[in-house]
T-cell receptor, first 111, second 114 residues
Framework: QKEVEQDPGPLSVPEGAIVSLNCTYS??????FMWYRQYSRKGPELLMY????GNKEDGRFTAQVDKSSKYISLFIRDSQPSDSATYLC???????????FGAGTRLFVKA | SAVISQKPSRDICQRGTSLTIQCQVD?????MFWYRQQPGQSLTLIATANQGSEATYESGFVIDKFPISRPNLTFSTLTVSNMSPEDSSIYLC???????????FGQGTRLTVV
């Protein structure tokens, strides 16, 4: 079993839709949870990070962490074609080093 | 956040040759990492580049194949040695600073071995 599981997709949605991206994990020591966005032919860029459980909102993006279920989510409201990218979840333990990544979900937002 | 310059951005190489990838950071950072991302796959950690000592390699990666240098706190290189088509991949350097929680990435090097 992988430490982090993420459906690779692809996920295709119409413009304006609400997108839900999810990851599950097995290591209860993880405390820091990140979402990275990777455009084609680019390196991953940090989109959001959350410490421990709870929600965090930034514009159209909301990150949720449920440590009891070992489940994290990223919601994108009013999705735009420019949101088309691969989204990778990532997490690390309290030490903060050696981040573990999910497989990434490819998202296509159609105009 | 750290700004990372990675080069070359892409290269096409003959099998049996070696390629050295450079990673330059605009500030001193504690940890530098090298990842491989094969087509359609997630990031796989190759090694942690330690300043002043040998790199720490993950299972399945060895120093003879992927020698790494880290001469100071802002620079590292990864060499892909004796390349074969199976080494065709994107190679990314990443940095994390002491006490920080997120990683920052270079733009990646797209390597094609023919």
């Amino acid at each position: 079993q992988k430490e982090v599981e993420q459906d690779p997709g692809p996920l295709s949605v119409p413009e304006g839709a609400i997108v839900s991206l999810n990851c599950t994990y097995s290591n209860s020591a993880f405390q820091y949870f990140m979402w990275y966005r990777q455009y084609s032919r680019k390196g991953p860029e940090l989109l959001m990070y959350t410490y421990s459980s709870g929600n965090k909102e930034d514009g159209r993006f909301t990150a949720q962490v449920d440590k009891s279920s070992k489940y994290i989510s990223l919601f994108i409201r009013d999705s735009q074609p420019s949101d088309s990218a691969t989204y990778l979840c990532a997490m690390s333990d309290t030490g903060g080093f050696k981040t573990i990544f999910g497989a990434g979900t490819r998202l296509f937002v159609k105009a | 956040s750290a700004v990372i310059s990675q080069k070359p951005s892409r290269d096409i190489c003959q099998r049996g040759t070696s390629l050295t990838i450079q990673c330059q950071v605009d500030s001193q950072v504690t940890m530098m990492f090298w990842y491989r991302q094969q087509p359609g796959q997630s990031l796989t950690l190759i090694a942690t580049a330690n300043q002043g000592s040998e790199a720490t390699y993950e299972s399945g990666f060895v120093i003879d194949k992927f020698p790494i240098s880290r001469p100071n706190l802002t620079f590292s290189t990864l060499t892909v040695s004796n390349m074969s088509p199976e080494d065709s991949s994107i190679y990314l350097c990443s940095v994390e600073d002491q006490g920080a929680t997120e990683a920052f990435f270079g733009q990646g090097t797209r390597l094609t071995v023919v």
